[in-house]
């Protein structure tokens, strides 16, 4: 028997969003105008708030992508995530994904970012599997939009369900989760220890409360 360890990825493994770090990286290069950065922010001001519509947000940053080659944009993900990505985990993130890998467990990143940053991403980390929002490709070509349930606040815990459904070889003993937002909140409910990433004061209030490890990771 082994167990799960569930890791959000921004601001939780990582001192930063990918997203926003993403789509700085594809105006940095050209490839996005620079007006979708004041977009993003205003759109992240709401996933703050609590009140974010996630499928407007993933239609704003996917935009840029609609219509190019998977492999195209699969050579700038790496190029992005060794510039940005990696410099950007924190140490104690390090550490405790090597102490889950040393335990035997199954360790799996599950954000609120699309699948095409996530998946890479939660690959370089060593990580078993990612849960993320589902990025249509047609033809071996973006298109702009999303499929499936969004994993985003209750739908991560709806993904993280189906996902321990089909793992049919494995039974967890005990569920560990890894998350600094609020939004995460159903997640951290479901899992047996829980853990909260330099939270802000209502998680923070709410982890007290419950009884949960409170930790404070520094670059």
Excluded at 4 to 11: I, P, S
Excluded at 165 to 174: D, I, L, P, T
Excluded at 184 to 196: G, H, N
């Amino acid at each position: 028997m082994m167990d799960l360890a569930v890791f959000d990825l921004d601001e939780t493994l990582i001192c930063d969003d990918s997203t926003s770090l993403w789509l700085r990286w594809l105006v940095s290069q050209g490839f996005a105008p620079p007006a979708l950065l004041k977009q993003e922010q205003a759109l992240m001001q709401q996933y703050y708030q609590g009140t974010l519509e996630i499928e407007a947000y993933m239609h704003t940053i996917l935009a840029p992508l609609a219509g190019l080659s998977t492999l195209t944009v699969s050579g700038w993900i790496r190029r992005f995530i060794q510039r940005d990505i990696l410099p950007r985990v924190y140490p104690a993130a390090r550490e405790r994904l090597a102490f889950h890998q040393q335990r035997g467990d199954t360790i799996v990143i599950i954000s609120a970012s699309g699948e095409h940053l996530v998946a890479p991403i939660a690959e370089q980390l060593g990580a078993h599997g990612a849960l993320a929002i589902g990025v249509e490709i047609v033809d071996q070509r973006y298109s702009g939009l999303t499929f499936g349930t969004m994993t985003y606040k209750e739908g991560k815990v709806v993904r993280l369900n189906s996902w321990k459904a089909e793992q049919e070889a494995a039974r967890f003993q005990q569920t560990w989760a890894y998350s600094d937002s609020m939004n995460d909140l159903p997640l951290l409910m479901q899992a047996d220890r829980a853990y909260v990433i330099n939270p802000d004061a209502p998680l923070e209030q709410e982890a007290l409360r419950r009884g949960w490890d409170v930790c404070r990771w520094k670059r």
